[in-house]
């Protein structure tokens, strides 16, 4: 998939808890993160022999955890929207939870904290954006060809990198 795409990716698919309000027992997310971890080490020790640069990393995201949390790799146009896909790390972000900084594994990765966003469409709102999305840190982003988003900080992500 790497080659024929520019990209991979590993998407965990909870079942019940893949819908974006469900969020799984935390001996799930364990469960899961530590899949996560397995999947990464497997997928660098084989993008190593790889002759061009890659991008590839863990993104645990909370309260998205069973919908948006993947392993990633890309090579190519993908490595660069990957490496760009999250803005600068938030310093005052909380940092990774122990829950997972405690697996095996997860040490040996570098964890940065970023904002997580869902964005709502304009489309959807043709009378205004909701007001619970106007209560939480927002900003409007303009996507060609589709338009105007509420990008709306729900919650958070960690990026798990080696460094």
Do not use: C
Not at 49 to 59: K, R
Not at 96 to 114: D, K, N
Not at 122 to 144: M, R, T
């Amino acid at each position: 998939m790497l080659h024929r795409s520019g990209y991979d990716r590993n998407k965990l698919g909870l079942g019940v808890w893949h819908w974006h309000h469900r969020q799984p027992p935390q001996r799930v997310r364990q469960l899961a993160a530590q899949h996560l971890l397995t999947t990464f080490f497997s997928w660098q020790q084989q993008l190593q022999a790889q002759p061009e640069t890659y991008y590839l990393a863990i993104w645990l995201v909370e309260p998205e955890f069973a919908h948006s949390s993947q392993v990633v790799a890309g090579i190519g146009e993908r490595r660069a929207r990957y490496s760009g896909m999250f803005k600068d790390p938030d310093p005052a972000g909380p940092p990774l939870p122990p829950e997972y900084r405690l697996l095996p594994g997860a040490t040996l990765l570098t964890w940065t904290t970023h904002a997580w966003h869902l964005g709502l469409d304009q489309f959807d709102y043709p009378i205004g954006w909701p007001g619970w999305a106007l209560g939480k840190p927002h900003y409007v982003h303009y996507f060609e060809g589709s338009g105007n988003y509420l990008m709306v900080q729900t919650g958070w992500a960690w990026v798990g990198q080696r460094s």
